[in-house]
């Protein structure tokens, strides 16, 4: 089958064309004929810096296609239903490919509401927002400023906070505000223009998807006894006491795959309370641009590659 794999890391030229054996699934695993796949921060992370041993590697979580071979065991899925999901991570998931084995465990039905695209857009950046929401105990008529509201994770953190009944404040650049606020923030801060700390009042809860410093500072925007969650910068003891010095809980996130919790994210797009925003598309033998424009920072909801 044809894949996108590397035999060392590196930049986006690592990247390579590469014939290898098809896959058999496992016991409690199915094959999925892939359609599209989706590209996320940590595919050119590890593309750097691995931990992976052995190559060549084949990076990609993120998949929507159709199931054409069963495992030992399995029933549900089927062959030929349409399935979409993170697969293995943070081990290798082997989605940058014609074909890719995955566990029952780890994909769920496609939302009927989304194509291949769209949906191969939606795992492992929605499942992250939704942790945050839940990490954080958000609540209806709370007040909940996202960070990045444009961005991969982001933009389903604010669809989904909106779902939970919270006012959401969002961060964004000005030439993003008016697509912010159609996923439903009630208010939209130009990040540029001002530090968002000199523009947001006290929330209950922050969620930060860029790190930094803009961890820190946020701290100082959540109410005494406010929630602070992050997906980039890990909580150390210096972190914890800063945290608690101002008063507010502080946590660090790490999204694992979850049936479960994709069912749930299905039912709320298949009501039309969750749409992936997709900014940009690629074919898979385009991957090296997919990975560049990824790594540029300006990229606006979700990159994908089409498969098939």
């Known amino acids: 089958m044809k894949a996108m794999a590397i035999q060392r890391y590196g930049g986006p ?19 999925v004929k892939i359609h599209a796949a989706g590209v996320n921060p940590v595919d050119y992370q590890r593309r750097r810096n691995g931990p992976y041993a052995d190559f060549p590697v084949v990076l990609g ?5 159709v199931v054409d071979a069963l ?90 906070a909106k779902a939970r009944g919270a006012r959401v404040i969002a961060t964004a650049s000005a030439q993003n505000r008016d697509l912010v606020l159609g996923l439903g923030a009630d208010e939209v801060i130009d990040y540029r223009a001002r530090p968002f700390e000199e523009q947001v009042p006290g929330v ?11 961890f820190t500072r946020s701290f100082r925007v959540a109410k005494p006894g406010g929630r602070v969650v992050g997906t980039v910068t890990p909580m150390t003891d210096e972190l914890d006491e800063q945290a608690r ?24 797009v298949e009501a039309g309370r969750l749409t992936p925003h997709v900014g940009q598309t690629f074919p898979l033998e385009r991957v090296v641009d997919a990975h560049r424009a990824q790594e540029s920072g300006r990229t606006v909801g979700k990159i994908v590659l089409t498969v098939a």
């Not at 979580?61 to 296609?65: A, R, V, Y």
């Open 245 to 268: 010095q101002a008063g507010v809980d502080a946590a660090w996130i790490a999204v694992a795959p979850s049936r479960p919790k994709l069912e749930a994210l299905s039912a709320l």
């Open 71 to 160: 495992g030992a065991g399995v029933t549900d899925p089927r062959v030929g239903d349409e399935v979409y999901g993170m697969i293995r991570f943070p081990k290798q998931g082997r989605a940058y490919a014609e074909y890719a084995t995955a566990p029952v465990t780890e994909i769920a039905p496609k939302p009927k509401r989304l194509d291949h695209v769209q949906a191969a857009a939606t795992p492992l950046a929605s499942l992250t927002a939704l942790l945050a929401i839940e990490t954080m105990d958000l609540q209806a008529g709370e007040t909940v400023l996202v960070h990045a509201g444009a961005g991969g994770v982001g933009h389903f953190a604010v669809q989904l």
């Open 204 to 214: 209950d809860a922050v969620f930060d998807t860029v790190g930094g410093d803009t």
């Open 61 to 65: 979580w993120d998949l929507s296609g």
């Open 13 to 31: 030229e690592v990247l390579e064309p590469m014939d290898l054996p098809m896959p058999q699934p496992a016991d409690g695993e199915v094959r």
